[in-house]
């Protein structure tokens, strides 16, 4: 029997294409070690695993089981192979305490541990201290058959003036938070251990009209609720976790309401001084009755909504207030309360759970463990792609990447991935479409810690994670690690044409992309043609104008950044609105679940559009471009006084001089060290100081020369600082015996993010100066603008170092299909004239000067 499966590893392909190419491909990745002919079949695996009630068997295992005839006979076959096999030997075999080997294989990688109908999700990790209630929480999806408009202020709105716990009654409040200076240990599922304890108060009676607040579910971020009149609340929102942070995203429960009543919520510790509740956006409720009897879901509501400065400020940090009212549709009724459409962990399961057990998704859709989180946390990838008839085939295919839920508060992000997925995932001719031509690698949830914990934009690690790309912190920041590793393997195999992370943006509304400007002639304004091709498909949501594409140094850490200088020419951060849109038909309303769904079919859409072999789209989107960027630069000449003298050579200007930064985006104060290395840090940095103590004494003594000697090691040491952390990290977080010790060293934070950018400051950057805020169109902030060309800033500048700018790609051009996908297009399983796809479509005028 052996020598048969002998021969059997030696055969290269398999006679399933698609199955060739899939165990390539995720062989490619390392998921792989061994033959796969020379392994047993998969059924066997089930039969063994199944006897080990840890393992999750997988929906795609499950549909071979009936081709074993006998699984006792499997069993012993395995048996048998597992003591002859060289690649079975090892480290897979269970021996039992005698020493005996028992046939029974180790749980297997996490690479397999997917769902079953049968088997359990698996349960949410969270870190030890935080108290978790024990009740399921589910809300259904329910769009609203009314638009929902922006609040319009009567200027009647009251402004409540916090009083604090020393007036009001406190009625719910968290014990023991982590907060700055301490920092993640250990995980547990279900949180920390022994009896929840009620932190409501008690009713005295059914006259008691106290509402019942709670927050310990997942995304819930409730601290303190301080009761300072009969139907007047004032609440304190979490920070993130090990931070003091970040307080913006809010999510809680409330029970034991009163129908004929106003009730007023005042949110009295937010952080941004700027916010879309002051310009009519609306919080969010959901009444469990409604849902129940009405079959009504999340709404938004709320009166008299104001967001203004905090009168109690602490002298160092000022806090943002958040009032509303609102009248309960019931008596005795549980109400949610949210900034956003909530979106968790254990959702995204679901819904990858009912994607394994689809006999036809799984087919095209493999799910894969990418990495552990901190706490633990299955971080999922996805790889989308439909069978190859030939490996020349799959192996023309390029890539899309598409991430959510690095920012964990930034739920929207998860919502325009459903729409991408449920789209993706269907049966539909485009979509049938997309994955003959592409594979989509798909990460729906960077950082399920932060989603499980209630966090606004922070990992467990205190810190954002999008500022960490180019992290060698892999025990740290292992989620965006894994991604960039498993994006430069990607790179390495076939080419990425589309990298897109999504977040939701608080300050601004409708959804639009950040980019990055693309230096090489070849490929001018490429990065645009993308995102004018969405804003045309989307025009009610999507706003180019409101796109950027100025890489700023600050965001170097960032996905988009730093995938595109790993050469991913078309990278970006999709921004989506917390609240609605501006545009079209949808101006002045709310974005529902559905719109922002509906982006994620956009992309697919656009994707189309971008790749049409037909290339009228595309340079007809580049010709207007062009216009758009002439008349622009017209104009920032009109405001300077000057003549615009440049002839043909007007496209040669550097595209940074003459557009905004992104600040108005969320920049983030949480970009340095991990919380756990700061003390770290804090030892080598004194090391540093006792030697420049040392360094005044100019005589050369032998003790001297030793000092001098120990000088460069630890200059050395100081070096490779980060190197060392690496070092200590892996032997603190692996192996979970970190100490909590106190933090006091901070400032190491940013000289060591400082020392992780290796490039100089851009020298434009000065030039224009006041461009943090505001647009790019604001005269007044611009008065010293010098439009550099792109010769003279190529020779002021340092070259990129660490990646090449220019993006992989095939002897074709980027935005040329590939040979294979042109014979997909010509075999017409997409009508050309469905869509006029290879018909001159005739494009709206952009809305760019119609945007308030
Ligand atoms: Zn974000």
């Not at 809010?250 to 949110?267: C, E, G, L, P, S």
């Not at 079209?584 to 956009?602: A, C, I, P, V």
Request: proline share 6%.
């Amino acid at each position: 029997m052996f020598p048969a499966l002998e021969t059997e590893v030696k055969q290269e392909s398999l006679p399933d294409p698609y199955e060739d190419f899939m165990y390539h491909h995720l062989q490619y990745y390392g998921y792989f070690k061994g033959h796969r002919g020379s392994l047993p079949t998969s059924a066997t695996h089930q039969h063994v695993w199944k006897n080990n009630p840890r393992y999750l068997l997988s929906g795609s295992f499950g549909e071979r089981q009936g081709m074993v005839p006998d699984p006792l006979q499997k069993e012993k076959l395995l048996y048998s192979l597992m003591l002859s096999s060289p690649l079975l030997k090892s480290r897979q075999l269970l021996h039992d305490e005698f020493g005996e080997v028992s046939p029974c294989l180790r749980e297997p990688r996490d690479l397999f541990t997917f769902f079953s109908s049968s088997g359990p999700l698996q349960a949410p990790r969270w870190p030890i201290e935080c108290e978790v209630i024990k009740e399921n929480l589910h809300h259904i999806e329910w769009v609203p058959p009314q638009p929902e408009y922006f609040y319009q202020p009567t200027g009647n709105e009251k402004l409540p003036e916090i009083v604090g716990e020393e007036k009001g009654t406190v009625v719910f409040q968290l014990d023991s938070v982590p907060t700055g200076g301490s920092y993640f240990t250990s995980s547990r599922v279900g949180g920390k251990r022994g009896i929840i304890k009620e932190l409501a108060v008690t009713l005295q009676g059914p006259e008691d009209k106290t509402l019942l607040f709670e927050s310990r579910f997942e995304s819930g971020n409730l601290q303190k609720a301080v009761r300072v009149d009969t139907y007047e609340y004032e609440l304190t929102l979490r920070t993130d976790l090990y931070t003091n942070k970040h307080t913006q995203w809010f999510y809680f429960r409330v029970q034991n309401t009163r129908k004929d009543a106003t009730y007023r919520f005042t949110i009295v510790n937010l952080l941004k001084p700027k916010s879309l509740y002051t310009i009519g956006m609306k919080p969010l409720m959901y009444s469990q009755l409604d849902a129940k009897t009405h079959n009504i879901g999340w709404r938004r509501e709320g009166n008299e909504i104001r967001y203004y400065k905090n009168n109690r400020d602490d002298g160092q940090q000022a806090f943002y207030c958040l009032t509303w009212t609102i009248q309960f549709p019931h008596d005795q009724d549980t109400c949610f309360f949210a900034h956003f459409y909530p979106y968790t962990y254990t959702d995204l399961q679901c819904y990858l759970l009912s994607v394994a057990n689809n006999p036809v998704q799984s087919r095209f859709c493999k799910l894969r463990t990418l990495c552990r989180s901190l706490a633990g946390n299955t971080v999922y990838l996805l790889t989308i792609t439909n069978p190859s008839r030939t490996p020349q085939e799959a192996a023309a295919k390029k890539a899309v990447v598409l991430s959510a839920r690095v920012h964990p508060g930034e739920s929207n992000g998860s919502w325009i991935m459903k729409g991408f997925l449920d789209f993706i995932l269907s049966n539909s001719p485009d979509a049938q479409l997309l994955r003959d031509i592409f594979v989509f690698k798909v990460v729906p949830m960077l950082n399920p810690d932060g989603v499980i914990v209630g966090n606004y934009r922070c990992s467990l690690a205190g810190r954002d994670l999008n500022r960490h790309y180019k992290t060698i912190l892999k025990e740290s920041f292992p989620c965006i690690w894994y991604t960039r590793n498993m994006i430069k393997r990607l790179l390495e195999e076939r080419e990425v044409l589309l990298y897109c992370d999504f977040h939701g943006h608080s300050r601004k509304n409708n959804i639009f992309l950040y980019g990055c400007n693309n230096n090489d002639r070849k490929y001018w304004l490429h990065e645009r043609v993308f995102p004018l091709m969405l804003s045309k498909n989307a025009p009610d949501k999507f706003s180019f104008h409101s796109c950027n594409f100025k890489v700023q140094k600050c965001k170097e850490g960032t996905g988009r950044v730093v995938m595109w200088r790993m050469g991913i020419l078309n990278s970006y951060t999709m921004e989506s609105t917390f609240g609605g849109s501006t545009l079209g038909n949808k101006r002045d309303t709310h974005f529902t679940t559905e719109d922002l769904k509906s982006l994620g079919y956009h992309v697919c859409d656009t994707l189309l559009d971008f790749c049409d072999p037909d290339r009228t789209k595309f340079m007809q989107c580049l010709t207007e471009l062009k216009e758009l960027l002439q008349q622009e630069i017209h104009k920032k000449f009109n405001e300077l006084g000057q003549d615009m003298d440049l002839e043909g050579s007007w496209s040669d200007i550097c595209l940074s001089d003459i557009e905004s930064s992104t600040s108005g985006s969320d920049s983030s104060l949480s970009d340095g060290l991990p919380v756990h290395l700061l003390n770290v840090a804090d030892e080598l940095n004194q090391k540093k100081k006792m030697y420049k103590k040392k360094k005044k004494k100019l005589l050369q003594t032998r003790k001297q020369r030793n000092e001098q000697y120990q000088k460069n090691n630890w200059m050395q040491e100081l070096k490779l600082t980060e190197d060392a952390l690496s070092f200590q990290e892996r032997a603190g977080f692996a192996s979970s015996t970190l100490q909590k010790q106190p933090t006091f060293f901070r400032n190491s934070e940013n000289a060591s993010s400082s020392a992780m950018r290796n490039e100089k400051p851009r020298l434009n950057e000065s030039r224009l100066h006041g461009r943090d805020k505001g647009t790019s169109l604001d005269p007044s902030k611009m008065p010293s603008l010098i439009l550099t060309k792109n010769k003279e800033r190529m020779q002021t500048e340092k070259p990129r170092s660490t990646v090449s700018c220019s993006p992989k790609r095939s002897t074709n051009s980027s935005q040329e299909p590939a040979p294979d996908m042109k014979s997909h297009w010509s075999r017409n399983r997409y009508p050309a004239t469905k869509r006029g796809r290879a018909a001159m479509t005739v494009y709206p005028s952009l809305h760019i000067y119609t945007y308030p």
